[in-house]
């Protein structure tokens, strides 16, 4: 019968010890956030991308530079729409690159 380490109840601090930790081991992505000043790219994006008055309604658009980080963990990791959705969902990695808790509201494949 094999032994597996016993399961500990959740710390106050588990999640940045576990942050922490990918930080120590050489998150790239945490490398790139800090040789790349994404927010110098805001004025570009929100030049390129003005919202025009369409009525009353519908959904806020996500940040510019979010989406753009976006389109650059697709084109570093090789990943499809429906992929880096999951992936955004899926690893811390790509959430703390991209400023996201785990209460926010992440964009789905079709926005993205």
């Known amino acids: 019968m094999k032994r597996f380490k016993k399961h500990r109840d ?3 601090f588990d999640g940045d ?3 922490e930790k990918l930080i120590n081991l050489g998150c790239h992505l945490n490398k790139l956030s800090n040789y790349i000043d994404f927010e110098s790219y805001r004025p570009l994006l929100t030049n390129a991308f ?3 008055e ?3 309604g519908g959904r806020l658009p ?3 530079v979010v989406m753009f980080k ?3 963990l697709q084109k570093y990791f090789n990943l499809s729409d429906d992929q880096v959705e999951f992936q955004i969902n899926d ?3 790509f959430m703390r690159f991209l400023g996201f808790s785990f209460a926010d509201d992440i964009p789905d494949s079709k926005t993205v």
């Open 10 to 12: 959740f710390g106050l």
């Open 17 to 19: 010890i576990r942050i």
């Open 50 to 52: 003005l919202a025009f």
């Open 54 to 56: 369409k009525g009353v």
């Open 62 to 64: 996500y940040d510019y």
């Open 70 to 72: 976006i389109l650059v």
């Open 91 to 93: 690893r811390i990695s």
